[in-house]
T-cell receptor
């Protein structure tokens, strides 16, 4: 079946630094990638949608300069949290969709900013 | 805009019993999909079952079945013969038509299976 590999699984970074999260579709071409954020005991909130080779579309209230999304190839999308602050600590998870595939989720990344 | 409502923050069920998790939705789209996901404490999203808006039969996947009532806009998940490993968070979600359509999630139901 379709597999999306997400790395790292968890990361701790200092306030003010940047963190990059990668999602790779291993056995299919991800034409669309969705990035979600989930705070403890809450639901998944969509941050942005990206199509391969195009700029990402951000949801209302999500700072595009802070959460940089790159979807340069059909198998790789990255989310970079720039100048991270403690309030950015959260669980980030990607979901990829290909032409003939449903939504395949990565395993998620727990980000802690100290 | 699409909206998913899950009114049960938490549910308890005894092992080997069946349980129904409620989900209602709202959309103006004619074509849409309904999904259920399980999220254990590890955080991964495990796909359980899918129902298309034009599917006339209720979807079933092993112990999971989706009770789809289109006129009432409900898509309840039924888990039969509950197991301790079923304890997790369960999310109902919906999508519109097209591969670029996003998934909209409900607030989730935490299921606890007891002995």
């Amino acid at each position: 079946g379709a597999v999306v590999s997400q790395h790292p699984s968890w990361v701790i970074c200092k306030s003010g630094t940047s963190v990059k999260i990668e999602c790779r579709s291993l056995d299919f071409q991800a034409t669309t990638m969705f990035w979600y954020r989930q705070f403890p005991k809450q639901s998944l909130m969509l941050m942005a949608t990206s199509n391969e080779g195009s700029k990402a579309t951000y949801e209302q209230g999500v700072e595009k300069d802070k959460f940089l999304i790159n979807h340069a190839s059909l198998t790789l999308s990255t989310l970079t949290v720039t100048s991270a602050h403690p309030e950015d600590s959260s669980f980030y998870i990607c979901s990829a969709r290909g032409l003939y595939y449903g939504y395949t989720f990565g395993s998620g990344t727990r980000l802690t900013v100290v | 805009a699409q909206k998913i409502t899950q009114t049960q923050p938490g549910m308890f069920v005894q092992e080997k019993e069946a349980v129904t998790l409620d989900c209602t939705y709202d959309t103006s789209d004619q074509s849409y999909g309904l999904f259920w996901y399980k999220q254990p404490s590890s955080g991964e999203m495990i796909f359980l079952i899918y129902q298309g808006s034009y599917d006339e039969q209720n979807a079933t996947e092993g112990r999971y079945s989706l009770n789809f009532q289109k006129a009432r806009k409900s898509a309840n998940l039924v888990i039969s013969a509950s197991q301790l490993g079923d304890s997790a968070m369960y999310f109902c979600a919906m999508s519109g038509a097209g591969t670029a359509s996003k998934l909209t999630f409900g607030t989730g139901t935490r299921l606890q299976v007891t002995l």
